[in-house]
Structure formats: structure tokens, C-alpha cells
């Protein structure tokens, strides 16, 4: 059975990007959102649509990816579960996450969390450019082309 590309889509801004990659490499993908983030997407495009619940789209998504899927999200907690199993997980700014650099993040995940419990302001992200919307391409392209010469 090929690989297939799953998508934690409820604020994912590539979206058109993986479509076209998908697409190109002939493979199966799988955009996973609440209800309650209706999206308008192409016939072709697998959906799941899950509860409004805070973890309901990361439980359904370790739950179906398996072992050289790839799975695009920007959450550092269901990118370090992904990797453990053998998924590639990649950030919409184009980021391949590895199980090196997991323990930082999470650090740094949970310590801009208590902060923020504690009234602190914490930096957000920066805002998403054109040069992040390359870079993701261009990281998703070089991940599929590996796999096809695998």
C-alpha cells in the first residue's frame, strides 16, 4: 500500500500547496478538520471531518497515519507521537521535525505555556509569509521525490 499524505487542516495555510503535490506524485490525501471549519475542497481530496473537541483531529490522526505517511501540522506535540511511529511530520513553514530536536521544543512549548497561565505575554508566531509558502513547497516536493526512489 503507497503513502499517503494526511493534513491537520484546520489552520493550515498550504493547503493548495499539498493539493498540487499530491497530485503530481499521485498521492492519496487526507485533510482532517472539526465541523466546525467547514472547507470547500476538491473531489479528490479525502476528508475526515472530526469534533469541535481541542485534541479531536490529532487522536484521529494517530490513530489512521502509519509508518512513511507524511503529515503536515504545526503541532510540536503530534509532530513528536508522528515521528515515534515513523511518519514524516512537516511544519506549513516547511520544517521536517526529527526526534533530535523534540525534547527542545516541548521544553519550549511548555514553558511559553506556564508563562502565559501565570499572565505573562509570550511571542506568537511570526506571520506567515511567501518565503515560508516556498520553503514548505519546496521541503514536501524533496520529501515525495525521495519517497518515489525509495
Do not use: W
Not at 470547500?40 to 512513511?68: G, I, M, W
Amino acid at each position: 500500500m503507497s503513502s499517503m499524505i494526511y493534513v491537520d487542516a484546520d489552520s493550515c495555510p498550504v493547503k493548495e500547496e499539498i493539493i498540487s503535490l499530491s497530485r503530481k506524485y499521485k498521492k492519496d490525501m487526507v485533510f482532517v478538520f472539526s465541523y466546525a471549519h467547514n472547507m470547500n475542497l476538491p473531489e479528490d481530496v479525502k476528508t475526515a471531518v472530526v469534533d469541535t473537541d481541542k485534541e479531536a483531529a490529532d487522536l484521529y490522526l494517530l490513530q489512521h497515519v502509519k509508518r512513511d505517511d507524511i503529515c503536515i501540522t504545526q503541532d510540536h506535540a503530534l509532530a513528536s507521537l508522528l515521528i515515534i511511529k515513523g511518519v514524516s511530520a512537516l511544519s506549513p513553514r516547511g520544517h521536517i521535525f526529527t526526534e533530535e530536536e523534540m525534547n527542545g521544543l516541548l521544553q519550549s512549548r511548555y514553558a511559553s505555556q506556564k508563562a502565559r497561565r501565570a499572565g505573562k505575554k509570550t511571542k506568537g508566531p511570526t506571520k506567515f509569509t511567501e518565503e515560508d509558502r516556498i520553503t514548505f513547497y519546496r521541503a514536501l516536493e524533496n520529501k515525495l521525490a525521495q519517497q518515489e526512489f525509495s
